[in-house]
């Protein structure tokens, strides 16, 4: 059986992204048009935007949120930014120029109460045949969950950060 996927990719491990990415570039090595949307980054230049302009013709990445949330200076303009973020996922969603979208760090949109919870799962339950979707994020909820054909949960064992060791470049972003 052939059957769009929607992947969750959860939990308080590192690894959320970067397997959402692997999934990414096997999907690229077939040929698929792939749009990655990130809800939360900021500023800071990642790894994975570099990488897209080698794939001009299949990639797109949409970084578009202000940053971090849980040090907002503004949580009211994150709210407004949230909900302009996940209209403009809608429109990718339904858009059928995808075989795959990565919804990166979706569920704190829910989380943080930031999006209807209802809206997201109605869309992405309704999301066009043949478009594999991934969420990523820690706390993703029992509704997304629970709608996902595969979750995989990633756990803590040990990161450098607790040993005091920052984030590296072609690691962490």
Same mark, same amino acid.
Not at 22 to 46: P, S
Not at 128 to 135: D, F, K, Q, S
Not at 161 to 168: A, D, L, P, S
């Given at each position: 059986?052939?059957?769009?996927?929607?992947?969750?990719?959860?939990?308080?491990?590192?690894?959320?992204?970067?397997?959402?990415?692997?999934?990414?570039?096997?999907?690229?090595?077939?040929?698929?048009?792939?749009?990655?949307?990130?809800?939360? %980054?900021?500023?800071?230049?990642?790894?994975?935007?570099?990488?897209?302009?080698?794939?001009?013709?299949?990639?797109?990445?949409?970084?578009?949120?202000?940053?971090?949330?849980?040090?907002?200076?503004?949580?009211?303009?994150?709210?407004?930014?949230?909900?302009?973020?996940?209209?403009?996922?809608?429109?990718?969603?339904?858009?059928? %120029?995808?075989?795959?979208?990565?919804?990166? &760090?979706?569920?704190?949109?829910?989380?943080?109460?930031?999006?209807?919870?209802?809206?997201?799962?109605?869309?992405?339950?309704?999301?066009?045949?043949?478009?594999?979707?991934?969420?990523?994020?820690?706390?993703?909820?029992?509704?997304?969950?629970?709608?996902?054909?595969?979750?995989?949960?990633?756990?803590?064992? %040990?990161?450098?950060?607790? &040993?005091?060791? %920052?984030?590296?470049?072609?690691? &962490?972003?």
């Amino acid at each position: 059986m052939v059957k769009s996927l929607l992947i969750v990719n959860t939990g308080d491990g590192k690894g959320k992204t970067t397997a959402a990415l692997g999934q990414v570039f096997r999907a690229l090595g077939h040929g698929f048009k792939v749009c990655v949307l990130q809800f939360l %980054k900021g500023t800071w230049k990642y790894g994975e935007l570099e990488a897209a302009k080698r794939f001009p013709d299949l990639l797109e990445i949409h970084t578009l949120g202000r940053g971090f949330t849980w040090r907002s200076d503004n949580i009211q303009q994150d709210i407004q930014v949230a909900k302009e973020a996940w209209d403009f996922a809608k429109q990718v969603i339904a858009s059928r %120029k995808f075989k795959l979208v990565v919804l990166d &760090e979706l569920t704190y949109l829910i989380s943080y109460g930031m999006v209807d919870e209802k809206d997201i799962l109605e869309c992405l339950k309704n999301r066009p045949e043949g478009l594999h979707v991934i969420v990523t994020g820690r706390d993703a909820s029992s509704g997304l969950k629970d709608l996902a054909d595969l979750v995989t949960e990633m756990k803590a064992i %040990k990161h450098p950060f607790n &040993e005091g060791i %920052k984030g590296q470049r072609g690691i &962490e972003f």
